[in-house]
């Protein structure tokens, strides 16, 4: 069988990126822009840096914000409206994972009218036609929504999470520039980065994983690994490389999938509303100790990327153990709490338990799992 790989036509990287944006509409033909960022990028400021520079292109644009944290099924459907009246040819997606993810089911419910209910899409949703283009600017270092095939939309009237995926949904040009990302407070940029962390360490040892993806998620653990702290203490360079790393992560997991981490944060965001990054930061841990038996040799090489230092002396059983006791470390370093006793209520973790093995996500664990494993592993973090 062939494993295929999808990435973005274009990607630009490093400070000023966002001026590129101005260049790729106009050579693409495109005169009006539909913008979707969400009300606190908006508030202060940080979607204007976008804004400026189609002002100063005299490029024309509308504004969409009607977008929550975790984005629902009527903030997309509102949004397929607005688009629709707009007159715009073209998407600009600004913001972390919300304003993406809403950016893309709106683009490919544009393109396919025929899923406007949106939970339709869950899934990998047999759709024909391309989403309107995108052009995405994360203002997070965590979801690589805009190199991912994936989006997230929240069904409210079940409190659950879809998980969609969709090549025809991922962006055609992505600008990643670490200025845009200046802004964000020391608790979002570390759970931003966890998650980003989870990406690369679940896409590597998820089932569908190979060895161009292999390349991909050690490189991203190596620099998440030695710039989340910095970028949580705002530095530069940490900036910069947290920016690089979790769009190396993207490349690598939107092709190969993930695993029980991210089925199992997904009920918490659409119960609790819990940061998706909180929620697979806590996990990551537990779910890496139960997942260890099926990885092989692969946390070696885990171990080793997060900067443990004697792994090839190690025993299996001790570089398993370095490689967790890493991730803590970190984990730790940045803040996140060590637990959901915070979070979860006990009376809520059969429905918890059923809804992440009905996660999409699931069937990529290394380890063949059931309800009552999982059920387990909710119990062990309370």
């Not at 292109?57 to 903030?75: D, F």
């Not at 841990?285 to 997060?306: C, D, F, L, Q």
């Not at 967790?324 to 984990?331: C, G, Q, Y």
């Not at 996500?361 to 119990?379: A, M, Q, W």
Request: with cysteine.
């Amino acid at each position: 069988m062939a494993n295929r790989f999808v990435l973005n036509e274009t990607s630009y990287h490093g400070a000023g990126a966002i001026k590129e944006i101005a260049g790729e509409a106009q050579g693409r033909g495109f005169s009006k822009a539909f913008v979707c960022s969400d009300p606190d990028l908006i508030k202060f400021g940080v979607t204007k840096k976008v804004l400026d520079v189609l002002d100063e292109a005299g490029l024309s644009y509308e504004i969409y914000s009607n977008i929550k944290p975790n984005p629902t099924v009527e903030n997309v459907q509102t949004g397929v409206e607005a688009f629709k009246k707009s007159g715009a040819e073209y998407i600009i997606a600004i913001g972390g994972g919300s304003s993406m993810d809403t950016a893309k089911a709106i683009g490919i419910i544009i393109a396919n009218p025929e899923f406007e209910d949106v939970v339709s899409l869950e899934g990998v949703a047999p759709t024909k036609n391309k989403s309107v283009p995108i052009f995405a600017v994360p203002t997070t270092a965590g979801t690589a929504a805009e190199v991912t095939i994936n989006y997230v939309i929240t069904d409210v009237e079940k409190n659950r999470k879809m998980v969609c995926v969709d090549p025809k949904d991922i962006p055609v040009v992505a600008f990643v520039d670490p200025e845009m990302m200046a802004t964000m407070p020391k608790g979002l940029t570390a759970a931003t980065g966890m998650d980003a962390l989870t990406h690369a360490i679940e896409g590597y040892i998820t089932a569908g994983a190979w060895e161009l993806s292999d390349m991909f998620h050690l490189k991203a653990i190596e620099i998440i690994a030695r710039s989340l702290r910095g970028a949580v203490d705002n530095t530069p360079e940490g900036r910069t490389d947290m920016a690089l790393g979790q769009y190396v992560a993207g490349m690598g997991f939107s092709n190969v999938g993930l695993g029980i981490v991210h089925s199992m944060a997904h009920p918490l965001g659409a119960l609790y509303d819990t940061p998706h990054g909180i929620a697979n930061a806590i996990i990551l841990p537990t779910v890496m100790e139960y997942n260890a038996e099926a990885t092989g040799e692969k946390y070696r090489e885990i171990a080793r990327a997060m900067g443990v230092k004697g792994v090839d002396a190690m025993s299996q059983e001790e570089y398993r153990k370095a490689a967790i006791d890493a991730v803590k470390k970190l984990s730790q370093d940045v803040g996140i709490p060590a637990d959901l006793k915070e979070i979860v209520k006990k009376e809520d973790i059969p429905f918890l338990a059923q809804s992440a093995y009905d996660d999409a996500c699931r069937p990529g664990n290394p380890k063949e799992t059931s309800v009552e494993d999982i059920t387990k592993l909710y119990e062990s973090l309370i």
